[in-house]
């Protein structure tokens, strides 16, 4: 093999070393992230930030909707069937319906709190996927540089060997005429 062939070779075993190099770091990059997402650090709530969201997830639950419907149920029976002197709260109910307007006047904006929280959370989630996304934007077009600039090079690199090869044919073509 002569001198201008193992150029050759030697260029292009250059540019595939670099273009490896390149995708390796942007894979140990991506990597790097999505681990940082996967173990993302744990929230830091308050008493009443944990409180909100327990109250809000018994609170919307089935549990608590047949609970309390097994509770308004029996009161409503108890009170109805009981001797007068053992009932608590006769027809209409009036302490029954001031518990429930109480319940409901609390209930709610701790729902409320717990709701904000989670829009928050869901928030910043949507601002990570953005920043993700846009990242991945931008290394696609960095590789993309990349790639067209090793492409660029390896040609003006076929380019010179395809010249120094002609020049090769035309020393040959000499020599052949000359004979």
Not at 103 to 121: F, T, V, Y
Not at 146 to 160: A, F, N, S
Request: aromatic share 6%; hydrophobic share 40%.
């Amino acid at each position: 093999m002569d001198k201008s062939s193992k150029n050759i070779l030697n260029s292009e075993k250059e540019q595939l070393a670099k273009l490896q190099k390149i995708v390796e770091k942007t894979i140990e990059e991506e990597k790097l992230m999505a681990d940082n997402l996967l173990h993302e650090p744990e929230e830091i709530m308050s008493r009443g930030q944990k409180i909100s969201d327990k109250v809000a997830s018994f609170g919307g639950s089935w549990k608590f909707i047949i609970l309390f419907g097994v509770i308004l149920f029996l009161w409503i029976l108890f009170n109805t069937l009981a001797l007068k002197n053992l009932e608590f709260d006769p027809y209409p109910f009036i302490l029954m319906n001031l518990i429930l307007s109480c319940i409901a006047a609390l209930q709610a904006p701790i729902i409320m709190m717990s709701q904000n929280r989670q829009e928050e959370k869901d928030r910043k989630r949507n601002e990570n996927d953005y920043l993700i996304n846009l990242k991945s934007e931008l290394e696609l077009r960095s590789l993309h540089q990349k790639v067209d600039l090793l492409l660029e090079e390896q040609i003006q690199i076929l380019i010179k060997s395809q010249s120094e090869q002609l020049e090769m044919l035309k020393k040959l073509q000499k020599k052949l005429d000359h004979k």
